[in-house]
């Protein structure tokens, strides 16, 4: 738990992250992406959008001070359009009315130019040290991502150290797509044909995806072990919360109400999920499309612009917030942002 205020160089900021230990803050500004030592104030990294490009997203891995960002920017060697060729096609023979002979008659078209992708997407990873030492942050190139959609956004980014997987929720303008981005830089797409994601989120002590998952109409939440997956429970009811204390936590949604919170074991890839579930909270709270952090030791909390609900050893509060307010990482302080007058922003971070 720390209180504490510091003062942002900027006149605007948003998508603010605390670090797992809370030694860092990163933000972004009109230029791009800031890192702040919290300790001492100063400014610990910065990289700026690049030209006709931009900084898609970036989050801080759970157990380290250590920042993945990724990064979208026109392709400086494009490879041009291949020339058009035309294609013969060739019909089945019929004979000429005229001449009583049997004939082939061809058609041709020409065929669509193939042209490589414009854009360069890269992940990168950023290493601070200990915030007591006065070193500069350690950036290094950790994938170039080959087919990522130009244009797209990322949703939603989630890590497991414990498999050294990454995985990227990304939004194109006609479709969703899960990717899962390994050790060895490989690439692949989770999701399935007409799968519809509405929350995931990777197990940091097992290595398991769990996601809220929507397929042929079907509300379900599943479990996703490598090139396998498993369904956990099923029903339009069910809303993904989190992973906390090894256990996968699932809202029960009635009537827009939150009636219950339930548990799943969380399993790895050797171990079988076990469908049964545990009532671990039990009530009534009207629900306001709320995001969620689990926390560690029963603590919960869910929030959305307007108000945070929290869940602490089966006490429940209620605290309002606004949209310029942000959560550290473990929900257990508030980061809030109000203008200094002078053309930068104090942050206040106080325990919620």
């Given at each position: 738990i720390i209180d504490k205020s510091i003062n942002l160089p900027t006149s605007k900021a948003s998508n603010l992250q605390a670090s797992y230990a809370k030694d860092y803050l990163a933000y972004?500004?009109?230029?791009?992406?800031?890192?702040?030592?919290?300790?001492?104030?100063?400014?610990?990294?910065?990289?700026?959008?690049?030209?006709?490009?931009?900084?898609?997203?970036?989050?801080?891995l759970p157990d380290r001070n250590t920042l993945l960002f990724v990064l979208a920017k026109p392709n400086p060697n494009p490879k041009p359009a291949e020339p058009t060729k035309?294609?013969?096609?060739?019909?089945?023979?019929?004979?000429?009315?005229?001449?009583?002979?049997?004939?082939?008659?061809?058609?041709?078209?020409?065929?669509?130019p193939v042209y490589y992708n414009p854009q360069v997407t890269e992940l990168y990873a950023v290493d601070f040290a200990d915030p007591d030492e006065e070193v500069n942050a350690d950036k290094r190139l950790a994938s170039k991502i080959s087919d990522f959609p130009?244009?797209?956004?990322?949703?939603?980014?989630?890590?497991?150290?414990?498999?050294?997987?990454?995985?990227?929720q990304v939004k194109t303008a006609s479709a969703q797509i899960m990717y899962e981005i390994d050790v060895m830089k490989n690439m692949r797409k989770?999701?399935?044909?007409?799968?519809?994601?509405?929350?995931m989120v990777a197990s940091d002590k097992k290595g398991t995806l769990y996601m809220q998952s929507n397929l042929s109409?079907?509300?379900?939440?599943?479990?996703?072990?490598?090139?396998?997956r498993e369904q956990l429970i099923k029903g339009n009811q069910y809303v993904l919360l989190g992973v906390q204390d090894n256990k996968v936590l699932?809202?029960?949604?009635?009537?827009?109400t939150l009636v219950k919170i339930l548990s799943l074991p969380d399993t790895n890839s050797q171990e079988k999920v076990a469908t049964t579930t545990t009532v671990e909270w039990q009530g009534s709270i009207p629900w306001k499309n709320y995001k969620a952090i689990t926390g560690q030791n029963n603590y919960w909390v869910?929030?959305?612009?307007?108000?945070?609900v929290l869940f602490q050893q089966g006490q429940v509060s209620n605290l309002?917030?606004?949209?310029?307010?942000y959560l550290t990482t473990d929900g257990r302080e508030i980061m809030k942002l109000l203008p200094n007058g002078d053309g930068t922003l104090k942050l206040t971070i106080k325990p919620l």
């Open positions: 972004s500004d009109n230029q791009g992406l800031k890192v702040v030592n919290i300790k001492t104030s100063k400014l610990a990294f910065a990289e700026n959008n690049p030209l006709k490009g931009e900084i898609l997203e970036y989050r801080w035309p294609i013969e096609v060739k019909n089945i023979e019929k004979e000429d009315p005229k001449t009583g002979k049997m004939v082939t008659t061809t058609t041709t078209t020409e065929s669509t130009v244009g797209a956004k990322i949703e939603a980014i989630d890590v497991s150290t414990y498999t050294n997987l990454i995985y990227l989770v999701q399935r044909a007409g799968e519809k994601i509405a929350n109409g079907i509300n379900q939440i599943v479990a996703v072990k490598h090139s396998s699932v809202g029960d949604v009635q009537n827009n869910l929030y959305n612009d307007n108000q945070a309002e917030i606004t949209a310029n307010d």
